[in-house]
């Protein structure tokens, strides 16, 4: 299974032809900027993390924004947090799925509202500004007690609209993030969706389902299916992970053939770009974790403790960064020129905030609290 969250760009416009709206997003804090992927007190460290060929001198790094938070949902009361990764303070927690026999599974961050899904089919609808739950809104009626109902959904945002995959039968609905309200539902056959099933990239949403042979296009005012593209390359029931969308292709990968495989979007013809079987020690690679910035995505591998970097553009292969020194890993999250990996200590506290240039360990953060994945990082400028 995928135990990562895509992570994508937020914006705040609206969609035409009567799909969502709102304002002009509110920023959390003085100002924001763009998100990156998707986590008191730390300890320095000069770690190499990555298979490099930078000697010490070459150990610059960009600039730190002025400020970068690190988002997850904490410990087992359920609580959405935002850890500032240079003071080491804690500047926001909100308890979610407060008086529910619920708990809250996955979620994204925007620049006013952070968006909670709970495996009783509600999302939360947090006020970053206000620092509580705005709104509870049912999108489904399910099980907790059953997880496997919402195991996994996909959740994504653009245009002033929250887009989710509900259940295991494929319905998919639109929310408008200015009333707070469910605009529209559809059933989009194609199997069980995963966890990263869903990604909007301005104009289309793809969607792919686990166990499923086809990805799909949907339009997302109507929701209805513009096209479909099958993964016929001799896969034997392919199961497809969305890990990337940039804008010529979409990037999934084939966990029984271990296939990287790019989606052209002008011919929407797949083709195999790479077998990444040599990274894993399992035959299939099932069990990892994704992320992405603007450039490229990322796959974590928990069986050999290593992330591996991927271009975006071409699927090539860049640093592979060994983190088996950590006592294994968790989940992570990719900014643009950083990388934070929650380690699988006991105590569930200790992110490593790694330079994606150089491979080097910059610090290691010590959560207030213990993190559950998926962790969400976003930087957030100060105005002057």
Not at 6 to 34: H, M, N, Q, T, Y
Not at 116 to 127: E, I, K, M, Q, Y
Not at 313 to 321: D, H, K, L, M, V
Request: glycine share 10%; with cysteine; aromatic share 6%.
């Amino acid at each position: 299974m995928i135990r990562s969250p895509i992570s994508g760009l937020v914006l705040g416009c609206s969609l035409a032809l009567g799909g969502c709206g709102g304002d002009e997003p509110r920023c959390w804090g003085e100002g924001c900027d763009k998100q990156g992927s998707q986590g008191a007190g730390g300890s320095d460290s000069a770690s190499d993390a990555a298979v490099t060929d930078d000697d010490d001198d070459n150990d610059a790094t960009t600039a730190t924004p002025t400020r970068r938070v690190l988002w997850s949902i904490t410990d087992a009361a359920g609580r959405l947090t935002a850890f500032d990764t240079q003071s080491h303070t804690e500047e926001l927690h909100v308890r979610v799925a407060e008086g529910a026999n619920a708990q809250a599974w996955t979620f994204k961050v925007a620049s006013d509202y952070a968006w909670v899904w709970r495996n009783d089919g509600v999302l939360d609808a947090v006020h970053l500004a206000q620092e509580k739950v705005a709104a509870n809104i049912t999108l489904a009626t399910l099980n907790p007690e059953t997880a496997e109902a919402v195991w996994g959904t996909g959740v994504t945002l653009g245009d002033g609209c929250v887009y989710v995959v509900t259940d295991n039968t494929g319905n998919v609905v639109r929310v408008d993030t200015a009333t707070l309200a469910p605009t529209r539902k559809t059933k989009i056959e194609g199997g069980i969706p995963q966890q990263n099933s869903l990604i909007y990239d301005g104009t289309s949403l793809w969607v792919m389902f686990d166990g499923g042979s086809e990805l799909v296009q949907a339009d997302p005012v109507t929701l209805e299916v513009k096209d479909s593209v099958p993964l016929g390359q001799g896969m034997n029931q392919p199961v497809g992970h969305l890990v990337y969308v940039s804008d010529e292709a979409v990037w999934l990968v084939d966990t029984n053939t271990n296939d990287l495989i790019q989606v052209d979007k002008a011919t929407l013809t797949p083709s195999v770009v790479d077998n990444l079987s040599d990274l894993d020690r399992t035959p299939e690679l099932s069990d990892m974790g994704v992320g992405s910035n603007d450039t490229g995505f990322f796959l974590m591998l928990f069986e050999t403790n290593r992330v591996v970097r991927f271009d975006g553009a071409t699927g090539s292969r860049g640093p592979i960064y060994d983190l088996a020194g950590q006592g294994g890993i968790n989940t992570m999250a990719v900014a643009t020129d950083r990388l934070y990996v929650l380690t699988d200590a006991s105590s569930r506290d200790q992110v490593l905030e790694i330079d994606i240039e150089t491979g080097r360990t910059l610090q290691t953060i010590t959560l207030l609290r213990p993190a559950q994945w998926p962790l969400v990082v976003s930087d957030l400028a100060v105005a002057p």
